[in-house]
């Protein structure tokens, strides 16, 4: 029969010190290879990246396979400025609700941006309004799958670490 080892701390294994924290059962931290710049550099960059690339897809459409013209330019680069700035409010906005409201702002958030993007291409408005709908209803029941199992887990953990349950009599 197989029986846990004692870790560091007392005979019993119950942990003392700096390794009881928020490090997980492991008493390990997990490293971050990149440092807090860049994770900031990422927050603010990323949003505007997506944001050309939404951008000049955006005028290719409009364009309909015709030379480019300096409305068309204008027209990306301000839906660019446009894709970035609801980006950053809808991620503003979400860090604030409940997992269900998260996932229901991204969804919506999703579905719009591809309804814009699909209504230029010329289809029926109840095929756009389909679309971006099944669009918005898939990544809002993903990304709520997603922050339920990783904050359930993550409340379980802080549990554990807050109530350590006692081994050995005292």
């Given amino acids: 029969m197989a029986h846990a080892v004692p870790t560091r701390g007392t005979s019993t294994g119950a942990r003392t010190g700096p390794g009881t924290g928020a490090s997980g059962a492991s008493g390990h931290t997990p490293s971050d290879v990149f440092g807090a ?69 991204w969804g919506a958030f999703a579905g719009s941006a591809l309804g814009f993007l699909y209504s230029g291409s010329g289809v029926a408005m109840f095929t756009c309004v389909l679309v971006s709908l099944l669009l918005a209803a898939a990544v809002a029941a993903g990304l709520y799958y997603h922050y339920a199992t990783h904050q359930d887990a993550e409340e379980a953990r802080t549990a554990r670490t807050r109530n350590p349950v006692r081994t050995g009599t005292t």
């Fill in 37 to 105: 710049r860049t994770h900031l550099l990422a927050k603010w960059a990323m949003p505007l990246a997506i944001g050309l690339v939404y951008g000049y897809w955006a005028a290719s459409i409009r364009r309909h396979g015709g030379p480019i013209t300096g409305w068309n330019l204008l027209f990306g680069f301000m839906t660019v400025l446009a894709f970035a700035i609801l980006w950053y409010v809808v991620r503003a906005v979400a860090d604030r609700l409940p997992r269900e409201g998260h996932a229901v702002l």
